[in-house]
């Protein structure tokens, strides 16, 4: 779980720079896309190999930099990270209910 603290950490180094200025919602989702980039290209031409086991110290650095342009995103546009995620689980709950779902993924609307 990423706690208040953190948050509030992110956000503080952010400000004690004077970033915020250029955080729009455009360059952050810009950011985010890179950066998700970057997530991805630690498994490019890994062929039948999708453990993490080999790669977590990449994975964890690319994953700490999408996950605070994510937070960034979500304050940028004064979103609550914890209320859109759970909002979201509560579709995708009503779009794939347990007894339609379990053990397939096949898009909702082929269910």
């Known amino acids: ?25 455009k360059d952050l989702a810009i950011s985010l896309s890179l950066e998700a980039a970057e997530l991805l290209e630690v498994f490019q031409w890994s062929g039948a190999d999708l453990r993490c086991e080999d790669k977590r110290d990449r994975i964890a650095e690319e994953l700490a930099d999408v996950l605070s342009y994510c937070l960034l995103m ?31 993924s096949t898009k909702y609307t082929e269910l």
């Open 74 to 104: 979500a304050d940028a546009c004064g979103l609550d990270p914890d209320q859109i995620l759970s909002a979201k689980i509560d579709r995708n709950e009503a779009h794939y209910p347990v007894e339609k779902a379990y053990g397939k």
């Open 1 to 25: 779980m990423i706690s208040d603290e953190t948050i509030s950490r992110l956000l503080r180094f952010q400000d004690d720079r004077n970033w915020r200025q250029f955080h729009t919602p």
